[in-house]
């Protein structure tokens, strides 16, 4: 992924997320969605102007059990998006998880 080049904030957030999670491994972690599917719902949440995200969150302050994407803050523009494009949405006590099956 080195030869993409993009100047874009978002273009550079992507590249680092393909970057550090090369299939679908980072740092000995395993995501539970494919690293496209990842990439696709960052992308998806990073292009809305009223939404708080956070990414590899631990379930219970342990690494071996993660939420890949967890949304703190949200408009309903970037839900309905989400559900749009198949992903699953379910609330913890920490926030929206975003998971794809």
Request: charged share 20%.
């Amino acid at each position: 992924m080195d030869k993409m080049k993009d100047n874009s904030a978002l273009g550079a957030m992507v590249c680092e997320i393909i970057n550090t999670h090369v299939n679908g491994v980072c740092h000995g972690m395993h995501l539970n969605m494919s690293v496209e599917d990842f990439v696709k719902a960052v992308m998806l949440i990073a292009t809305s102007n009223n939404c708080k995200a956070q990414f590899i969150v631990p379930v219970k302050d342990n690494y071996s059990n993660t939420y890949d994407i967890l949304i703190q803050e949200s408009n309903g523009k970037v839900i309905d998006e989400l559900s749009k494009a198949g992903y699953s949405l379910s609330m913890s006590s920490k926030g929206l998880v975003v998971n794809k099956y």
